[in-house]
């Protein structure tokens, strides 16, 4: 073979292989996907097996679950109220164990107490009273992170509750002027620095859902707490 017939024949190959490669990249001619093995070509397994859809838009199945509330007065509704409310809606069981004008040290102790691994999740809104009395938010917030370790001690599942907005709900009275900013600090640090624990921002009420000057909540507020909670927490409802 003379030296032009060899570079004529090189030149077609090159064209040859230039369309055919343009032809698998343009998809006209079908692949199989595969890989090389010592004894030939082996074709790889393309069957696709469907996955249950996971993450942030998985529903949450409680019904017949136990929830343990712990809490001051914005808890304290207990044949009505946003966590009756909640229960009702998702067919959880309850036990409340929130009293009318208690600080975050006795809610611990109420926990450590009370709380046991029959339980499924702990609602958690506490911390008005403390701040009401002019107490350090950060001490709050320290006694708010000691009952969630409590609950995942004991394999329960810990939702706080931020509460609503002080500066949009609160009309203070005379000496209590510090009371809504002091509340707002409070609520960004549970909402920076609670860990291993659902926080839910619950500041969805507005003044006219309020009963009195500190937002003791009308059935509107309740209600309107409840649905973030729901929305939330991605519970089913029924």
Known sequence: MNQKTETRMWIGIALICTVLYAAFISGKIPTIPGYWTPVGIQIADTSFVPVAKQGLDTIVDVKGKNAFFIGDSHTANHDWGWQKIVCDKTKMRFQNFAVIGKHTPWMVETTKQYLSTNYDYCFIYGGANDIHGNRNPNLVVKDIQKIVDLCNQKGVHPVVLTGFDAKECVRPIKGQEFYPSAYTKYQKL??????????????????????????????????????AILKKMKFKTY
């Open 190 to 227: 549970l909402m920076d620095s609670i860990k291993n624990a659902q926080v839910v921002d619950t500041r969805v009420v507005v003044r006219t859902d309020c009963g009195d000057w500190t937002c003791h909540m009308n059935p509107s507020g309740h209600k309107k707490v409840a649905e």
